[in-house]
């Protein structure tokens, strides 16, 4: 806790905890790159103010607005799309500047890197898990700042001392006089007061917010399905447009004959882009009946005959033989031990966001506003000024709720193809994407071959590990600047660079294998540690089945000298009933890890029928996240974030043949639904360590907890995501019996 | 012309017969609380009620729909089971995007409404069309299982401090 009993001075930089990714974006601070730094002193710039404030009279900060009916705006600067962080940064606002939830609004942040730049990515960016790792102390002094100001402004009405005021839900009291006053009726004299150059931060025995389970702020309009998302934007005289782009990666429009789309009823207009054509109507349904009128002729190019099994070869070619860059070296493989290898493949993943890509535009010969929901308002400025040849000042962006963002909405593809087709008409357009485009044109998650070894000492115990990874690299293309000087990529080995176990010696590499032009890889939820976590907690498992170690305490010999992660492992250990017998075909498996700044372990018990099919009866977690902003928040993320990453190892993988993605709906790329879902447990350690990222840490260490229950259950290790049933069968007799759709009774379990 | 009953009120509406309710209610009407997910009734994002009945009102085309009254998002708090369930996703601050919350909360009211106090196979069997991606599963049951009988389920954070921990 960084409390300091003479005041925080304002000045000094802030120790942050970070992860891998994080770290790496630092570096765009030590190559030139303006580095964005949120300060909880900067106030807005006449044109931030002017576009979103109103000019209220007390703005003593990019995040707080008071006028003089006491009604607060807090202004949040990282996106929301279902993490919860416009509760959290409510949370840690109000409780410094002396206000309850109920007594606030809050507001999306116009695009604006200075102002509201995560120190952690150098940007206006909402990823990686950082937004409160990022910001907790910022957010805290700028609420202490406002409290402040609007203190010293009723003490000198009075004439008393300030430091004889309180500061309770909006009002300031002066206990010795009685006197008491609210927050509105001095906001126009603290906005006239200089900044003041040192607070004092509420000591976190005296917290009455932070820490405790709260209600999210944006649930009430949620339930009403009062909230707008981007796809919910009406303006006046606009119109709707679908759109389909060359279902082949990188391929062209040559021609398109429209004779029968324009005779649809209600379509207005048909716009073509170099690879894409979209129709536009009076609704979507018309717009949607004319593109299915359409007669395309594509121009296939390069990848015509692209499958999925070319590129697995080649990434396989890569990771055995290609030229790496070491990232960790700590000392030569034994020529004696044991030795265990393994290969692994991780496949490409859709986003599948519930609100499909969409973006409305109206632009004109001087102006182009943009309404989206986007994890990168500046980018998505940017991008649309580029696409208009409009200077940033004429560009406006109006950020929305997200539904949805798992990494795909920290891209802008989805904006520059609605600026290049709105800028064709004289109407506002909204573009909306069908949910086969939203997959087929996703930005989806690279895939990965690992070869993985390790050398066994005569106790079992790994005495070298060895780890050579193969993919596409989404930071060079996302932030080449935050590139390693040797070409290194760290988000490639995250969580397997650092880890939390204690092995004598290790070498770790990477090989750059760049995917086909057209096929561009995205960050998606808990990016390079979902990967990794997989690898190296399923390969863990390996290495105690071939000592002959029970997998938890093969785990705590390794943790000796980690007792922060080791007490989330024997936490879950204790909760699940570690090493109770189970029925036939039925396992538990662990995974553990410290992806983001936190300390996660999963325990996932499955059953596995004879059959081949996996039902997940009961998962078990266990956190160590430091600091605690929303109790509530850190419960449902863990919880949902798993279920995301066991949805995914369960069922998906993005296909390619003929150079497109397969897959196109929820029909062919499943999503765990209720009747598939299993409780999930959640506990965690207190402590009052800086808190740790939350929105990807349960999806990263999910798959392996999975397949290594898979292997308790039935002796089957997977090698490869999602989960194929067909290993799974416990002979082929049992494929005779009829299959049941039904699941096992589901609440005998726990 | 086609005159639909939405949320009690009667909306004249000029539009082919083939055309999904979805896209009336949405583009034509101006009700954006039901959602597009699929366009193939695999998400339920789009979940309507008709005579208080749960369809998916992305495959249903409004020609089909004659007098039945339909009932959204924006006015299903009106009813009975409506309200408790909308009242039981704030108590458990079920939604995280909260995208395919309207539908969930269609599903659910529907759910509770022709059974009072359903059991988790009840529940699998009327929730599982309702995808959420941010995978809030284990709150919509135990905000379901609150509404039906008033009495609050384990929702929050189980603080624990295990023995051995390290500070």
């Given at each position: 806790?960084?409390?300091?009993?003479?005041?925080?001075?304002?000045?000094?930089?802030?120790?942050?905890?970070?992860?891998?990714?994080?770290i790496?974006?630092?570096?765009?601070?030590?190559?030139?790159?303006?580095?964005?730094?949120?300060?909880?002193?900067?106030?807005?710039?006449?044109?931030?103010?002017?576009?979103?404030?109103?000019?209220?009279?007390?703005?003593?900060?990019?995040?707080?607005?008071?006028?003089?009916?006491?009604a607060?705006?807090?202004?949040?600067?990282?996106?929301?799309m279902?993490?919860?962080?416009?509760?959290?940064?409510?949370?840690?606002?109000?409780?410094?500047?002396?206000?309850?939830?109920?007594?606030?609004?809050?507001?999306?942040?116009?695009?604006?890197?200075e102002?509201?730049?995560?120190?952690?990515?150098?940007g206006?960016?909402?990823g990686?898990?950082?937004s409160?790792?990022?910001?907790?102390?910022?957010?805290?002094?700028?609420g202490?700042?406002?409290?402040?100001?609007?203190?010293?402004?009723?003490?000198?009405?009075?004439?008393?001392?300030?430091?004889?005021?309180?500061?309770e839900?909006?009002?300031?009291?002066?206990?010795?006089?009685?006197?008491?006053?609210?927050?509105?009726?001095?906001?126009?004299?603290?906005?006239k007061?200089?900044?003041?150059?040192?607070?004092?931060l509420?000591?976190?025995k005296?917290?009455?917010?932070?820490?405790?389970?709260?209600?999210?702020?944006?649930?009430?309009?949620?339930?009403?399905g009062a909230?707008?998302f981007?796809?919910?934007?009406?303006?006046?005289g606009?119109?709707?447009?679908?759109?389909?782009?060359?279902?082949?990666?990188a391929?062209?429009?040559a021609?398109?004959?429209?004779?029968?789309?324009?005779?649809?009823?209600g379509?207005?207009?048909?716009?073509?882009?170099?690879?894409?054509v979209?129709?536009v109507?009076?609704?979507?349904?018309?717009?949607?009946?004319?593109?299915?009128?359409?007669?395309?002729?594509?121009?296939?190019?390069?990848?015509a005959?692209?499958?999925?099994?070319?590129?697995?070869?080649?990434l396989?070619?890569?990771?055995?033989?290609?030229?790496?860059?070491?990232?960790?070296?700590?000392?030569?493989?034994?020529?004696?031990?044991?030795?265990?290898?393994?290969?692994?493949?991780?496949?490409?993943?859709?986003?599948?966001?519930?609100e499909?890509?969409?973006a409305?535009?109206?632009?004109?010969?001087?102006?182009?506003?943009?309404?989206?929901?986007?994890?990168?308002?500046?980018?998505?400025?940017?991008a649309?000024?580029?696409?208009?040849?409009?200077?940033?000042?004429?560009?406006?962006?109006?950020?929305?709720?997200l539904?949805?963002?798992f990494?795909?909405?920290?891209?802008?593809?989805?904006?520059?193809?609605?600026?290049?087709?709105?800028?064709?008409?004289s109407?506002?357009?909204?573009?909306?994407?069908?949910?086969?485009?939203?997959?087929?044109?996703?930005?989806?998650?690279?895939?990965?071959?690992?070869?993985?070894s390790?050398?066994?000492?005569?106790?079992?115990?790994?005495?070298?590990?060895?780890?050579?990874?193969?993919?596409s690299?989404?930071l060079?293309?996302?932030?080449?600047?935050?590139?390693?000087?040797?070409?290194?990529?760290?988000?490639?080995?995250?969580?397997?660079?650092?880890?939390?176990?204690?092995?004598?010696?290790?070498?770790?590499?990477?090989?750059?294998h760049?995917?086909?032009?057209?096929l561009?890889?995205?960050?998606?939820?808990?990016?390079?540690?979902?990967?990794?976590?997989?690898?190296?907690?399923?390969?863990?498992?390996?290495?105690?089945?071939?000592?002959?170690?029970?997998?938890?305490?093969?785990?705590?010999?390794l943790?000796?000298?980690?007792?922060?992660?080791?007490?989330?492992?024997?936490?879950?250990?204790?909760?699940?009933?570690?090493?109770?017998?189970?029925?036939?075909?039925?396992g538990?498996?662990i995974?553990?890890?410290?992806?983001?700044?936190?300390?996660?372990?999963?325990?996932?018990?499955?059953?596995?029928?004879?059959?081949?099919?996996?039902?997940l009866?009961?998962?078990?977690?266990?956190?160590?996240?430091?600091?605690?902003?929303?109790?509530?928040?850190?419960?449902?993320q863990i919880?949902?974030?798993?279920?995301?990453?066991?949805?995914?190892a369960?069922?998906?993988?993005?296909?390619?043949?003929?150079?497109?993605?397969?897959?196109?709906?929820?029909?062919?790329?499943?999503?765990?639904?209720?009747?598939?879902?299993?409780?999930?447990?959640?506990?965690?350690?207190v402590?009052?360590?800086?808190?740790?990222?939350?929105?990807?840490?349960?999806?990263a260490?999910a798959?392996?907890?999975?397949?290594?229950?898979?292997?308790?259950?039935?002796?089957?290790?997977?090698?490869?995501?999602?989960?194929?049933?067909?290993?799974?069968v416990?002979?082929?007799?049992a494929?005779k019996?009829?299959?049941?759709?039904?699941?096992?009774?589901?609440?005998?379990?726990? | 012309?086609?005159?639909?009953?939405?949320n009690?009120?009667?909306?004249?509406?000029d539009?082919?017969?083939?055309?999904?309710?979805?896209?009336?209610?949405?583009?034509?009407?101006?009700?954006?609380?039901?959602?597009?997910?699929?366009?193939?009734a695999?998400?339920?994002?789009?979940?309507?009620?008709?005579?208080?009945?749960?369809?998916?009102?992305?495959?249903?085309?409004?020609?089909?729909?004659?007098?039945?009254?339909?009932?959204?998002?924006?006015?299903?708090?009106?009813?009975?089971?409506?309200?408790?369930?909308?009242?039981?996703?704030?108590?458990?601050?079920v939604?995280?995007?909260?995208?395919?919350?309207?539908?969930?909360?269609?599903?659910?009211?529907?759910?509770?409404?022709?059974?009072?106090?359903?059991?988790?196979?009840?529940?699998?069997?009327?929730?599982?069309?309702?995808?959420?991606?941010?995978?809030?599963?284990?709150?919509?049951?135990?905000?379901?299982?609150?509404?039906?009988?008033?009495?609050?389920?384990?929702?929050?954070?189980?603080?624990?401090?295990?023995?051995?921990a390290?500070?």
């Amino acid at each position: 806790m960084t409390r300091h009993d003479d005041g925080i001075d304002l000045g000094r930089r802030h120790a942050m905890q970070t992860g891998g990714l994080a770290i790496a974006f630092l570096w765009l601070g030590g190559v030139g790159t303006a580095r964005a730094m949120i300060d909880a002193r900067r106030q807005p710039g006449d044109a931030a103010a002017a576009l979103a404030d109103g000019n209220p009279p007390f703005a003593p900060n990019a995040f707080i607005r008071i006028d003089a009916h006491g009604a607060i705006r807090l202004v949040m600067p990282s996106v929301e799309m279902g993490q919860g962080v416009y509760t959290g940064a409510s949370m840690l606002l109000a409780e410094e500047l002396g206000v309850g939830l109920d007594q606030i609004n809050v507001e999306h942040a116009p695009p604006s890197d200075e102002l509201y730049g995560m120190p952690l990515l150098g940007g206006q960016i909402t990823g990686g898990s950082t937004s409160t790792r990022g910001s907790w102390q910022v957010l805290r002094e700028a609420g202490a700042v406002a409290r402040t100001m609007l203190v010293t402004a009723a003490a000198a009405q009075w004439h008393v001392d300030p430091a004889a005021c309180t500061v309770e839900r909006g009002v300031i009291h002066h206990a010795a006089s009685g006197r008491s006053v609210a927050f509105g009726a001095v906001a126009v004299a603290a906005g006239k007061l200089p900044m003041p150059d040192k607070v004092q931060l509420t000591d976190p025995k005296d917290f009455k917010l932070l820490g405790k389970p709260m209600r999210r702020v944006d649930s009430p309009d949620k339930v009403k399905g009062a909230t707008q998302f981007g796809i919910d934007v009406r303006l006046t005289g606009m119109k709707i447009a679908t759109v389909m782009a060359c279902p082949t990666l990188a391929g062209k429009l040559a021609s398109v004959d429209d004779k029968a789309a324009r005779a649809v009823p209600g379509v207005v207009t048909v716009l073509r882009l170099d690879n894409a054509v979209a129709v536009v109507g009076d609704h979507f349904w018309a717009a949607k009946q004319g593109l299915q009128a359409l007669n395309i002729t594509w121009d296939h190019g390069p990848n015509a005959t692209l499958t999925t099994q070319q590129l697995r070869d080649a990434l396989a070619e890569s990771a055995r033989h290609g030229q790496s860059i070491v990232a960790v070296d700590t000392g030569s493989r034994p020529a004696q031990g044991t030795t265990v290898h393994s290969e692994y493949r991780s496949p490409m993943l859709a986003h599948a966001t519930m609100e499909p890509m969409n973006a409305t535009v109206s632009v004109t010969a001087d102006k182009c506003e943009v309404w989206t929901g986007t994890q990168v308002p500046m980018r998505a400025l940017q991008a649309a000024a580029k696409i208009t040849g409009l200077a940033e000042d004429k560009v406006v962006l109006h950020n929305q709720y997200l539904g949805g963002g798992f990494g795909r909405r920290l891209e802008t593809d989805w904006v520059e193809q609605a600026v290049a087709l709105a800028k064709q008409v004289s109407y506002p357009l909204k573009v909306v994407w069908t949910r086969e485009e939203d997959i087929r044109h996703d930005r989806v998650r690279p895939m990965y071959h690992d070869v993985v070894s390790a050398v066994l000492d005569a106790n079992g115990m790994p005495a070298w590990f060895g780890y050579r990874t193969s993919g596409s690299s989404v930071l060079a293309r996302f932030a080449p600047p935050a590139m390693g000087k040797d070409g290194m990529d760290s988000d490639a080995v995250e969580c397997v660079a650092q880890m939390p176990y204690d092995i004598p010696a290790k070498k770790v590499e990477w090989i750059r294998h760049d995917m086909p032009i057209g096929l561009v890889t995205g960050w998606w939820r808990g990016v390079g540690p979902t990967h990794n976590l997989f690898v190296v907690e399923s390969f863990v498992d390996e290495m105690a089945h071939r000592a002959g170690k029970d997998p938890l305490e093969y785990r705590r010999a390794l943790l000796q000298k980690n007792p922060r992660t080791l007490a989330v492992l024997n936490l879950a250990a204790e909760k699940i009933g570690w090493g109770k017998t189970l029925p036939s075909r039925v396992g538990r498996g662990i995974a553990l890890g410290e992806p983001f700044g936190s300390r996660i372990c999963a325990m996932v018990e499955a059953e596995v029928t004879p059959q081949g099919e996996v039902h997940l009866r009961r998962v078990v977690a266990a956190l160590d996240c430091g600091m605690i902003v929303n109790s509530s928040s850190i419960e449902a993320q863990i919880q949902g974030g798993l279920l995301f990453g066991l949805s995914a190892a369960m069922f998906n993988a993005i296909t390619i043949k003929d150079g497109g993605i397969e897959q196109g709906n929820f029909n062919d790329y499943r999503s765990l639904r209720i009747n598939e879902a299993p409780s999930v447990e959640f506990y965690r350690v207190v402590n009052a360590e800086p808190p740790g990222g939350l929105g990807e840490v349960g999806t990263a260490i999910a798959a392996p907890a999975l397949a290594n229950a898979i292997f308790a259950a039935t002796g089957v290790r997977l090698y490869e995501l999602p989960v194929d049933r067909r290993l799974l069968v416990q002979s082929p007799d049992a494929l005779k019996s009829v299959v049941s759709a039904s699941r096992p009774e589901r609440r005998d379990a726990t | 012309m086609l005159t639909l009953s939405v949320n009690g009120q009667s909306h004249p509406v000029d539009v082919p017969d083939d055309m999904p309710l979805l896209w009336v209610l949405r583009d034509v009407i101006g009700l954006t609380g039901t959602k597009f997910g699929c366009g193939i009734a695999q998400c339920g994002a789009c979940t309507v009620h008709l005579d208080g009945e749960a369809v998916r009102s992305c495959v249903l085309p409004v020609g089909a729909i004659g007098q039945r009254a339909i009932t959204t998002i924006e006015a299903v708090g009106n009813t009975p089971s409506g309200q408790k369930i909308q009242q039981a996703w704030l108590d458990v601050d079920v939604v995280q995007c909260g995208y395919c919350q309207s539908g969930q909360i269609m599903s659910a009211a529907a759910l509770l409404q022709r059974v009072p106090n359903p059991s988790d196979a009840d529940i699998d069997a009327a929730m599982s069309g309702n995808i959420c991606r941010c995978a809030t599963y284990v709150r919509i049951r135990a905000a379901i299982k609150q509404a039906a009988t008033g009495k609050q389920e384990l929702l929050q954070t189980l603080v624990s401090e295990p023995k051995g921990a390290a500070p």
